[in-house]
């Protein structure tokens, strides 16, 4: 119990499930939450100020002089046991994040510490105190379905993206999807069939997230009551989080997202009937509980993933009345135990992966990164069609690559350090082509920002020979500069890349950081910003100042502008010029084809070759601006970026005026093919 009437409570982890918990705790009059800690002191520091908590630190050992009473441990899995340590040692209660800890020895150190200390350790087995679970629980115990049979418990979910760095536990655990949620699974099965007997598990990869290797899960459980089941799935939508427990006389669902518990009971009379009437009555009150739900949400009086509150609130109320904590440690002793053989196998397999990876490399004339893409495919033909050796680096495996015997394949994301220094090492040239082009904004930090730093430090590393970076014209100023004003490669950046988006936000950052190594370290690259490239395989690409949407090409404004088009293999002849001449290095060269060609112009011949496929629809801007408007207020509304913005829409205009005196006379580059003949190839020839 507290020796103070006010528990004084430090938490440790800045991550998004801590404000869940800083919300509970903060509601509780007796709380005073003390500190923030986060190796990522930025990150403490934002989350301490946005909830008024005086300190912010890296470690506890920094905050030992306020004397917290209790420590909320919130960090990644394998930390858990050595931070509950360090609290107990500093004579704090600890309530840790799922799963208590990595191993059955970390588990059974920590019980026993906090046993010797006279002090309480708890694990946020959250799910056991969802309101949909623990009505399903009191439904269930009470016998009005009568005995239970079986236990299902089903769910999907997705992990934000691989941000870039040295590989997190998400990556290189090939378990770690059923660490995460299969805890949860197991305590709840727990919680309605009694103590676990058997556990048999099965996982399966299906490729579509190769930082995610295996995203399938399927379990059978056998308890001391019963039976039950797991599906849990990072690939099925739409999103489900549910719970049906079926029994001798009805079954049970409890719906985690909508927050509904049904009961379907069994009816004298006909079976089918019945079936029926209670399908009937379920449907009729889902009329009324699910917008109930939503209103709940709407107004805070059901506050989001209501369980982390609820288990974070009563063990500071166990702790401050000096009552024993709802979950007992045996308790997550219990779910480490079955969850470590079951995971054994998959860390098993992946580790393998992993250091597969790493297999010795023969020295190569390029390494090309992006070597999936529609511009990085034509440079690994041209650099083969030379007899040079090339290297590439792919998040997938390429069967067009593994059929040649000149090509070697290293697997990996641009984002960690240690496979790009891998990539690296022994490639004459490399010819950084590699970045994010959509997803959510961690896709971007990853292969953009954080891959093009890699690139560097490696080039450095191993005294490469030449790097030439590709950038993009994002990066110029598109809304606020004079169209009539000639383009060429000092014209202005953009201002606000943030307003514009994470791609040219992260394209920026990377082609800043290529200068200031040329600058200041100087690495000998090279940087071409190519305009909007075009050719076979890309017919289906909306030109600039067009947008997809629904289905369709949005133009906006004016079909009169001209475009910044240069044909595929124009470009591939600039890069490999850039890899040759000494006279380029440390230049940044614009590669745009001289000759004109309006919007309207690419438009038609893409309508002429793509027919019905292409639907397009011509909107005046002033019409989209107003548009643009109205989703801002949404946003507005929402508190959340949106997708369109009126500064968008003002960047739409397409560069135009370009100058070609630095490609044409210090790269000596100029196009062979050219844009009529490229435009002929692509789309076929005018009529």
């Excluded at 378990?175 to 949620?181: A, C, G, K, N, V």
């Excluded at 999103?239 to 509904?260: K, P, S, Y």
């Excluded at 290529?514 to 017919?539: D, M, N």
Aim: one cysteine or more; a positive charge.
């Amino acid at each position: 119990m507290s020796t103070r009437n006010t528990l004084r409570i430090a938490i440790v982890g800045a991550g998004y499930v801590s404000q869940h918990h800083i919300a509970a705790l903060r509601a509780l009059d007796f709380v005073e939450l003390v500190a923030v800690c986060d190796l990522d002191l930025a990150a403490a520091r934002a989350r301490a100020q946005a909830n008024g908590i005086g300190r912010a630190a890296t470690t506890l050992a920094e905050i030992a002089d306020l004397k917290p009473d209790a420590v909320y441990v919130l960090t990644p899995p394998a930390s858990h046991a050595t931070l509950s340590h360090q609290a107990l040692d500093m004579g704090c209660h600890v309530f840790v994040e799922k799963p208590m800890a990595d191993t059955l020895e970390e588990c059974d150190a920590l019980i026993a510490k906090a046993r010797e200390r006279g002090l309480q350790i708890s694990v946020n087995h959250s799910d056991r105190f969802d309101p949909v679970v623990m009505e399903a629980l009191r439904i269930a115990g009470s016998g009005r379905c009568g005995d239970i049979v079986s236990v299902d418990v089903l769910r999907s979910s997705e992990y934000p993206p691989f941000a870039g760095g040295p590989l997190t536990a998400q990556v290189r655990q090939g378990s770690y999807p059923f660490r995460d949620l299969g805890v949860h699974a197991i305590y709840t099965l727990e919680a309605f069939l009694g103590p676990l007997e058997n556990l048999e598990v099965e996982h399966a990869a299906s490729g579509r997230d190769p930082n995610l290797r295996f995203d399938e899960w399927r379990a059978q459980v056998r308890c001391a009551r019963g039976s039950g089941r797991m599906l849990l799935s990072w690939n099925a939508r739409p999103m489900e989080n549910r719970l049906v427990v079926r029994c001798t006389r009805g079954r049970i669902e409890a719906d985690r997202f909508v927050q509904v518990c049904r009961v379907t009971r069994v009816l004298p009379g006909p079976k089918f009937i019945g079936i029926l009437i209670e399908a009937w009555r379920n449907a009729l009150l889902d009329v009324f509980r699910v917008p109930w739900s939503v209103l709940r949400f709407a107004t805070g009086i059901l506050k989001p993933s209501p369980g982390i509150h609820r288990a974070a609130a009563d063990f500071a109320r166990a702790v401050h009345a000096g009552l024993q904590a709802p979950i007992d440690p045996v308790e997550g002793r219990r779910a480490i135990a079955a969850l470590v053989p079951a995971c054994a196998q998959a860390d098993v397999e992946r580790t393998r992966e992993l250091e597969a990876r790493f297999a010795p490399l023969e020295d190569v004339d390029a390494l090309v990164t992006g070597a999936g893409g529609f511009l990085g495919r034509a440079l690994v033909a041209a650099l083969r069609a030379r007899g040079l050796r090339v290297r590439v680096l792919l998040r997938r495996a390429s069967t067009s690559y593994s059929a040649d015997s000149g090509i070697q394949t290293v697997l990996g994301d641009l984002g960690e350090p240690a496979i790009v220094d891998h990539a690296v090492a022994g490639a004459a040239v490399v010819y950084h082509l590699g970045a994010a082009m959509k997803g959510w904004p961690q896709e971007f930090e990853s292969g953009t920002v954080w891959g093009t730093r890699n690139v560097i430090a490696s080039c450095r590393k191993h005294a490469t020979r030449r790097l030439v970076y590709v950038s993009s014209m994002s990066v110029y100023d598109h809304a606020g500069r004079d169209p009539a004003a000639p383009m060429n490669e000092s014209s202005a950046f953009e201002p606000h890349p943030q307003w514009r988006g994470a791609y040219t936000r992260t394209k920026l950052i990377a082609e800043q950081m290529v200068s200031a190594a040329i600058r200041e370290q100087q690495l000998p690259a090279v940087i071409i910003r190519p305009g909007q490239i075009f050719g076979p395989g890309a017919e289906q690409v909306a030109p600039n100042g067009v947008i997809g949407l629904a289905g369709r090409w949005v133009a906006v404004g004016s079909g009169e502008v001209s475009l910044p088009l240069v044909y595929r293999d124009d470009v591939v002849d600039a890069l490999l010029r850039a890899a040759e001449s000494e006279q380029a290095v440390g230049g940044t060269f614009n590669i745009v084809d001289p000759e004109p060609c309006t919007q309207s112009e690419y438009l038609a011949r893409a309508k002429r070759r793509l027919g019905d496929g292409l639907k397009l629809v011509r909107v005046p801007q002033q019409a989209f601006m107003v548009l643009a408007w109205g989703v801002e207020q949404l946003g507005r509304v929402l508190k959340r970026d949106m997708p369109l913005t009126r500064y968008r829409v003002r960047s739409l205009r397409p560069l135009s005026n370009f100058e070609q005196h630095a490609a044409r006379e210090r790269l000596q580059w100029q196009p062979r093919v050219g844009l009529r003949k490229g435009l002929e190839i692509t789309f076929g020839a005018e009529h």
